[in-house]
């Protein structure tokens, strides 16, 4: 059972940037593929970006690549969300999410764990 946490969050003006943080307890978060997924009021649930249980494969969303960078530390069970030039249609829930398997995924079924979230809100 991995528990995850997600911090970094908050209020940022259009332009700015934030970094987010999952750190994972328990499990066998190294071995896991991680990902960081979002919800604004009223829209789906999204997929944002993902990283394989090394570090050395990615996938993003198609339009946040270039903006939105994912990592991982596993020596520190972390994983980031670094997001720059952030615009207001940014503002959501963002939520990591732990796999029990090694290689990254754009669907949330796939994933087993999740944290709580962390507003981010980006205004104008």
């Known amino acids: 059972q991995v528990q995850l946490v997600e911090s970094g969050g908050g209020l940022v003006q259009a332009g700015g940037s934030l970094r987010l943080s999952c750190a994972a307890s328990?499990?066998?978060?190294?071995?896991?593929?991680v990902g960081w997924f979002r919800q604004a009021p009223g829209k789906e649930h999204e997929f944002v970006a993902a990283v394989n249980w090394r570090g050395d494969s990615t996938l993003y969303e198609d339009s946040l690549k270039g903006r939105f960078t994912i990592s991982r530390d596993n020596v520190k069970n972390t994983a980031y969300l670094q997001m720059n030039s952030l615009k207001p249609e940014d503002t959501a829930v963002f939520y990591c999410a732990c796999r029990n398997g090694p290689e990254e995924s754009h669907d949330s079924l796939e994933y087993d764990y999740w944290g709580q979230g962390t507003q981010v809100t980006v205004s104008s």
């Open positions: 328990g499990g066998t978060f190294s071995r896991s593929a």
